[in-house]
Nanobody
Framework: VQLQASGGGLVQPGGSLRLSCVGS????????IGWFRQVPGKEREGLLC????????YYSHSVQGRFTIFRDSRMNSVHLRMNSLKPEDTAVYYC????????????????WGQGTQVTVSS
């Protein structure tokens, strides 16, 4: 499976963005899809994940209540809706897959998208 992440950009604090992770080569409905982010010089952070059964797991308290994840099976994609964005949300955002269920262990995610930059600034 190949993943293409998109939708990043520059947004003001308090604004919203929707990131997309589009799959090719395989049906994403069979996979758990996680979203991660990384700031230069820091470790990659797991944010949240949606399982093949549409269950959502959060791995970061800082985004719970502001970020949601949902599938669009028609487009073979998973989206990350980000609301109430803060400057500390600035990072490169990645999507990745693992089979069926979510996990907080990033090493178990096998396929990764290329990342999309999100910058929150006034």
């Amino acid at each position: 499976v190949q993943l293409q992440a998109s939708g990043g950009g520059l947004v003001q604090p308090g604004g919203s963005l929707r990131l997309s992770c589009v799959g090719s080569g395989s049906n994403l409905d069979s996979y758990a899809i996680g979203w991660f982010r990384q700031v230069p010089g820091k470790e990659r952070e797991g944010l949240l994940c949606i399982s093949s059964g549409h269950d959502t797991s959060y791995y970061s308290h800082s985004v719970q209540g502001r970020f949601t994840i949902f599938r669009d099976s028609r487009m073979n994609s998973v989206h990350l809706r980000m609301n109430s964005l803060k400057p500390e949300d600035t990072a490169v955002y990645y999507c990745a897959t693992r089979m069926f269920t979510c996990s907080g262990d990033q090493e178990t995610y096998h396929y990764w998208g290329q990342g999309t930059q999100v910058t929150v600034s006034s």
